[in-house]
């Protein structure tokens, strides 16, 4: 069977549970090598090698995103073992909600740090092996709170508008060198993320959501393989809302 990111290697940022293991699952089954980090090492271990176990090879390490130390030290891994990254998913991202007048300083930089500039180290330091190559596929994940805003997000939605203009301005800066960067805005998506909503809230939520029910891992990691694909070749600084039509 052709498989569609054979000899493909891919980074995914928090690619240890959630919305980037399946990520990384997805690729996995298109014969993509997968590189993955995050801060709980004992994850990063048990997704590593169920991923293995499925014949991938992978390669993963404890890194944080908004430490420039440990980015440099994850992508000199990477490139040691994989020589070149045609894919990175800029995916982890955490969310401290808190309305305005009570958000504290630390609940603003953490959210700002890890979701934003995150993604700006991350990018920094693995764009020069793709402009060499003169290939490269950039997806970001924001959220439809970084379009629409929200009650209590005034942190996370600036963080995910921010990783928006971001993409944008990479898309301009890298197109002449076949480097396209889209953003992926997922709607609710069932993880840990959003495991905690009480039910009262999630009805709420599902009453916003034309298609009336909540998204899942594989209706991101879908459209990112899709963004990563042949068929996305002349798609680039475009914003893919995945959330069942709340941003219409
Ligand atoms: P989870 O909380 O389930 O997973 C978050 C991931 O980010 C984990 O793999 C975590 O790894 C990683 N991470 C967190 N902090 C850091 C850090 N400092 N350095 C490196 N990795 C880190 O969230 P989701 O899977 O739901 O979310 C994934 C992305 O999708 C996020 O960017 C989120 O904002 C976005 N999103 C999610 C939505 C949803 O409804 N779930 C909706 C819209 C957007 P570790 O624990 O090992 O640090």
């Known amino acids: 069977m052709n498989r569609l990111f054979e000899n493909q290697s891919i980074v995914i940022t928090g690619g240890g549970r959630g919305i980037g293991k399946a990520i990384a699952f997805s690729f996995a089954e298109q014969g993509a090598s997968i590189a993955i980090c995050g801060t709980n090492e004992s994850i990063l271990k048990e997704t590593a090698s169920e991923l293995e176990s499925k014949g991938c090879v992978v390669m993963w390490k404890k890194a944080d995103v908004s430490i420039k130390e440990d980015v440099e030290n994850f992508s000199d891994e990477v490139l040691k073992k994989f020589d070149k990254v045609d894919i990175l ?12 007048i009570r958000m504290s300083e630390e609940e603003w930089n953490s959210v700002l740090n890890i979701n934003l500039k995150g993604a700006f180290l991350v990018t920094k330091s693995l764009i020069r092996p793709m402009m060499k190559a003169h290939y490269g596929r950039i997806i970001n994940i924001a959220s439809v709170i970084g379009i629409r805003g929200n009650m209590g997000q005034a942190n996370y939605a ?3 508008s921010g990783l928006i203009g971001f993409s944008k301005t990479i898309a301009r800066e890298f197109a002449t060198r076949n480097i396209t960067c889209n953003v ?8 840990e993320m959003t495991h905690n909503l009480d039910e ?3 009805t709420k939520i599902l009453e916003q959501i034309p298609l009336g029910f909540l998204g899942e891992s594989c209706d991101v990691s879908e459209a990112v393989l899709f963004l990563a694909s ?10 893919l809302c995945v959330d069942g039509g709340m941003v219409i």
Do not use: E
Not at 89 to 100: K, M, S, T, Y
Not at 184 to 191: D, L, R, S
């Open 89 to 100: 998913v800029n995916n982890a991202g955490i969310a401290r909600d808190n309305l305005l």
């Open 158 to 160: 600036a963080s995910k």
């Open 184 to 191: 992926i805005a997922p709607g609710y998506i069932q993880t």
């Open 200 to 202: 009262k809230l999630k």
């Open 230 to 239: 042949k068929s996305a070749r002349y798609i680039t600084g475009q914003v």
